[in-house]
C-alpha cells in the first residue's frame, strides 16, 4: 500500500516534476553479484575497485569519464567517420564545434584529456615555475611536475570544508594569488590552471564574478588564465542557477562567456562532452597552437586526428552540441542532486552543496574513529561494493599521493569517496539502490577497521594500489 507521505521527485522540491529529455532504445544488461562473489572480487583486487573486473560490478559509479551513453545521432556519427589519415572531415566538424560553443581559435585533437595536459603542460612551464589553480587534479598535477613545475593550490578556504555551502566553492581566492605573483614575480608563474567545475572539490562550480576578476587580476600581471573545461558545461548550469544576471541566459551563452575570460583550454571530452574517448586542446594564440601542433604529431597523432578515429571525431562533434542543450544539463545534475539530497537527509556526511557530477561521501566524518593513515575514503568504497556491488573511489590520501620533495604522504584537508554518476545511463530507481546501501554502510560504520598499503605505484597510485585490511 502507499502511503500518504509519499512524494515524487518534483513535489520533495516544491516543483511539477520534470523527466529526462531522452528515452531509452537499446539497454545493457546488468546483474547483482552474489556477497561471496563480491568478497573473493574485492580481496582479488587488493581492496581497489579500480582493479575490480566490471562484470563483478552491479552500479558502476567509478568515473563518469567516458562512461556515458550516446545519443542515436552520435551513433548515427560514428558510422560516417572518414578515417582518412590527412584532413578527416570529421575534424572539421569538431573544429567548428569548439569554435562555436567553445570560442576559440585554434583546435588540437587528443586521445583524452591527460595528452593534452602532457602537451600544454610541457610547452607552457619551464623548470622551477609555479602553476597556481583552484586545487589540484591528479593527472594535471603530475604532467605539471613532470614538465618542472610546481602546483600552489589558491582555492578559497571553503572548498577545504566538507560543510561549507558557499554556492561557488571552485572560486579562485584572488588575494592569495595576488599575494603569490607579488611574492614570487609574474615571471615565476607559468600560467593560472583553472578548472571549472573542480573535480577534487566535489564538482564545485566556479562563478563568473570570480573568473571575470581573475581575468583582470591577470592581466595586472600579465598572466595567462588556461582552463579545465572538462566539466565547464555543468559549471555554467551552476551559474545560470545561482548567480545573479544569468538566470534568463542559456547554458551555451555562459559557456562561452566564461571560456571568452581564459586564453585556452584543455578537455577530457570523456565527460561533459558525451564521448567514450576523446580530448582536445583550444586556444587563442597562433604562437601556442604551432607549438601544440608540433608536438601532438609526436605524442598522439596528426594534428587533424591527434589519436582519434575519424568516427571518434564526429560522435564528439555531436556530443558537444548534445552537452551543451540546456534540458540535458538540469536533468543530469538533477539526477547528482537527488541523491545529494537523499542523504542529506538521512544524515550521511557528504560533500556539500552536491557537485554536478558526483556525490563524495565524507569519509573523516562517515568514520570518524579511522586516522588518515589507515584510508578511511579507500575502506569506505571497499565496504560499499561489499554491500552492494555498487563501486566508488577513493579520493582523499591515497589520491593526492607523495610530495616528491619529501616523498611524504600528502594529507588532503578532504578525505572523500567519490560516486560519479555517469550521464545519461542510470535512472532515479538505480539512484535509490546507491542511497540505501550507502545507509546500511552508514549504520555499521562503527565496526570498519581500515587498511594497509601493501603495494605502491610510483605515480597516480590510486589506480594500482593493493591493500590489506587491518584486522
Ligand atoms: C578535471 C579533470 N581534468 C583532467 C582529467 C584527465 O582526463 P582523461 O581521463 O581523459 O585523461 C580528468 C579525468 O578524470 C578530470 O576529471
Known amino acids: 500500500m502507499i502511503k500518504k507521505a509519499v512524494q515524487t521527485m518534483g513535489q ?77 572531415r570529421n575534424f572539421y566538424h569538431l573544429e567548428e564545434a569548439v569554435q562555436k560553443y567553445y570560442g576559440y581559435r585554434y583546435v588540437v585533437p587528443t586521445h583524452q584529456g591527460r595528452g593534452a595536459e602532457h602537451m600544454i603542460s610541457q610547452i607552457c612551464i619551464t623548470q622551477g615555475q609555479l602553476v597556481p589553480g583552484n586545487m589540484y587534479f591528479t593527472t594535471t598535477r603530475l604532467h605539471q611536475e613532470m614538465a618542472g613545475g610546481t ?3 589558491v582555492i578559497i578556504k571553503a572548498a577545504h570544508d566538507p560543510t561549507d555551502l558557499h554556492p561557488f ?35 564545485q562550480p566556479v562563478s563568473m564574478g570570480n573568473v571575470k576578476a581573475l581575468r583582470v587580476l591577470c592581466d595586472k600581471y600579465g598572466v595567462k588564465v588556461y582552463l579545465d573545461a572538462t566539466r565547464m558545461a555543468e559549471n555554467a548550469y551552476f551559474i545560470q542557477q545561482q548567480e545573479e544576471g544569468y538566470a534568463d541566459k542559456s547554458i551555451a551563452e555562459i559557456l562561452k562567456e566564461f571560456c571568452s575570460y581564459t586564453d585556452a583550454a584543455w578537455m577530457s571530452a570523456k565527460k561533459d562532452n558525451l564521448v567514450n574517448i576523446g580530448g582536445w586542446l583550444a586556444v587563442n594564440d597562433r604562437d601556442l597552437f604551432d607549438a601544440l601542433r608540433n608536438m601532438v604529431v609526436v605524442y598522439e597523432g596528426l594534428h587533424t586526428y591527434g589519436g582519434m578515429a ?85 579520493r582523499g590520501i591515497v589520491s593526492a599521493g607523495r610530495d616528491p620533495a619529501t616523498g611524504d604522504h600528502r594529507r588532503p584537508a578532504l578525505e572523500l569517496t567519490r560516486l560519479a554518476i555517469p550521464r545519461r545511463v542510470y535512472t532515479q530507481a538505480h539512484m535509490d539502490v546507491v542511497a540505501e546501501a550507502i545507509k546500511t554502510v552508514y549504520d555499521v560504520r562503527d565496526q570498519a577497521k581500515g587498511l594497509k598499503m601493501v603495494y605502491e605505484p610510483k605515480v597516480l597510485r590510486f589506480f594500482q594500489a593493493r591493500f590489506e585490511p587491518i584486522a
Not at 179 to 188: H, P, R, S, V, Y
Not at 311 to 328: C, F, K, N, P
Not at 339 to 347: A, C, D, H, R, T
Open 310 to 394: 575519424g568516427r571518434d571525431m564526429e560522435a564528439l562533434a555531436i556530443g558537444i552540441s548534445e552537452s551543451v542543450q540546456d534540458d540535458h544539463i538540469r536533468a543530469r545534475v538533477a539526477q547528482v542532486q537527488y541523491l545529494g539530497n537523499l542523504l542529506i537527509e538521512w544524515g550521511v556526511p557528504i560533500m556539500r552543496p552536491p557537485g554536478g557530477h558526483a556525490i563524495f561521501l565524507d569519509a573523516k566524518a562517515f568514520y570518524s574513529h579511522l586516522s588518515q593513515d589507515v584510508f578511511p575514503a579507500q575502506i569506505l568504497a571497499a565496504e560499499l561494493y561489499l554491500d552492494s556491488g555498487v563501486r566508488s573511489m577513493e
Open 151 to 153: 602546483f600552489v593550490d
Open 169 to 203: 566553492k571552485g572560486d579562485v581566492d584572488l588575494v592569495k594569488l595576488e599575494e603569490l605573483i607579488k611574492k614570487e614575480g609574474a615571471d615565476k608563474i607559468a600560467y593560472v590552471s583553472l578548472a571549472g567545475t573542480v573535480n577534487m572539490a566535489g564538482g
Open 12 to 88: 520533495q522540491f516544491g516543483r511539477r516534476s520534470w523527466a529526462e529529455p531522452w528515452k531509452i532504445k537499446m539497454v545493457e544488461p546488468i546483474r547483482v553479484p552474489s556477497r561471496g562473489q563480491r568478497k573473493k572480487a574485492l580481496i582479488d583486487a587488493g581492496y581497489n575497485t579500480f582493479l575490480l573486473p566490471s562484470e563483478d560490478v552491479y552500479i558502476d559509479l567509478l568515473t563518469d569519464s567516458g562512461t556515458s551513453a550516446m545519443s542515436d545521432r552520435q551513433w548515427a556519427g560514428i558510422m560516417m567517420g572518414d578515417e582518412a589519415y590527412a584532413g578527416s
